[in-house]
């Protein structure tokens, strides 16, 4: 996909199970539909350190639904019959260590997932132990970035990953914003200018047509969240949401 498209690709990120159990599909499918280049499926954990109010109430209604990584994976076992689409799995260490990492890979890439997004996974142990497991499954294991990471860690992370690199828009959770500030501009630019070999996208904060032209300035495309949730909430259908997200970004 980042062969073929490099600007104004949009990711967007959404709980499974939510809002109802059975829903994980129909919302890609949804998504799809509305032009969303790729996916990022997040498996809902008890303790997300990374998410914002709105994703982590999501996350607590999907586990309430029934989710677990074993639902999950038997939601998407003939995924790829119905979405075309790049797909992300993004969940934390602990659920995906008690279902076990090299199960959690074969399941993954049995079903079609391209890649990994481990928020809590430190990249020193990715390289000695899980790398050589995601390599062997054909998954690319995606890091995450801020405006605090060394250039000396971002190039080392360039250079062990592939995928894309994801740059968090600032060190905060993630969370809808109506504008970024010089600040966190500066920190696009610089990433922008050291020219990495990976594609880059950015999220945290995207959530209006501002922010996504903002992060397309500077990175490959930009990564939503916590305003699709609040869509899944507020608008009749998961149709209506998708179709709401299309006209609030392009």
């Given at each position: 996909?980042?062969?073929?498209?490099?600007?104004?690709?949009?990711?967007?990120?959404f709980t499974a199970g939510y809002p109802q159990l059975n829903d994980t599909v129909r919302v890609m499918q949804a998504l799809?539909?509305?032009?969303?280049?790729?996916?990022?499926?997040?498996?809902?954990?008890?303790?997300?350190?990374?998410?914002?109010?709105?994703?982590?109430?999501?996350?607590?209604?999907?586990?309430?639904?029934?989710?677990?990584?074993k639902t999950l994976f038997s939601q998407l076992e003939d995924v790829r019959a119905r979405v075309s689409i790049p797909l992300?799995?993004?969940?934390?260490?602990?659920?995906?260590?008690?279902?076990?990492?090299?199960?959690?890979?074969?399941?993954?890439?049995?079903?079609?997932?391209?890649?990994?997004?481990?928020?809590?996974?430190p990249f020193a142990e990715y390289l000695e132990n899980y790398k050589p497991i995601a390599d062997h499954h054909g998954l690319?294991?995606?890091?995450?970035?801020?405006?605090?990471?060394?250039?000396?860690?971002?190039?080392?992370?360039?250079?062990?990953?592939?995928?894309?690199?994801?740059?968090?828009?600032?060190?905060?959770?993630?969370?809808?914003?109506?504008?970024?500030?010089?600040?966190?501009?500066?920190?696009?630019?610089?990433?922008?200018?050291?020219?990495?070999?990976?594609?880059?996208?950015?999220?945290?904060?995207?959530?209006?047509?501002?922010?996504?032209?903002?992060?397309?300035?500077?990175?490959?495309?930009?990564?939503?969240?916590?305003?699709?949730?609040?869509?899944?909430?507020?608008?009749?259908?998961?149709?209506?949401?998708?179709?709401?997200?299309?006209?609030?970004?392009?």
């Amino acid at each position: 996909m980042f062969q073929q498209k490099k600007a104004n690709i949009l990711s967007v990120y959404f709980t499974a199970g939510y809002p109802q159990l059975n829903d994980t599909v129909r919302v890609m499918q949804a998504l799809e539909k509305e032009g969303v280049e790729m996916l990022e499926i997040g498996v809902p954990f008890s303790d997300p350190m990374a998410d914002g109010p709105v994703i982590q109430a999501s996350g607590t209604q999907a586990l309430h639904n029934g989710m677990s990584v074993k639902t999950l994976f038997s939601q998407l076992e003939d995924v790829r019959a119905r979405v075309s689409i790049p797909l992300v799995l993004m969940g934390y260490l602990n659920p995906i260590l008690q279902f076990g990492f090299e199960e959690y890979c074969r399941r993954a890439a049995s079903c079609g997932i391209d890649g990994l997004i481990i928020p809590d996974l430190p990249f020193a142990e990715y390289l000695e132990n899980y790398k050589p497991i995601a390599d062997h499954h054909g998954l690319h294991m995606i890091m995450l970035i801020t405006p605090e990471t060394s250039e000396e860690r971002i190039r080392l992370i360039d250079e062990h990953t592939s995928g894309f690199i994801y740059m968090v828009s600032s060190a905060s959770v993630t969370g809808a914003r109506k504008s970024f500030g010089e600040q966190n501009l500066a920190y696009f630019r610089r990433v922008n200018a050291m020219g990495l070999k990976n594609a880059r996208l950015i999220g945290f904060g995207i959530s209006n047509r501002e922010t996504f032209e903002a992060a397309c300035g500077e990175a490959a495309g930009a990564i939503i969240g916590s305003r699709f949730i609040s869509l899944l909430e507020s608008e009749p259908s998961v149709e209506a949401a998708a179709k709401k997200l299309r006209e609030a970004i392009r």
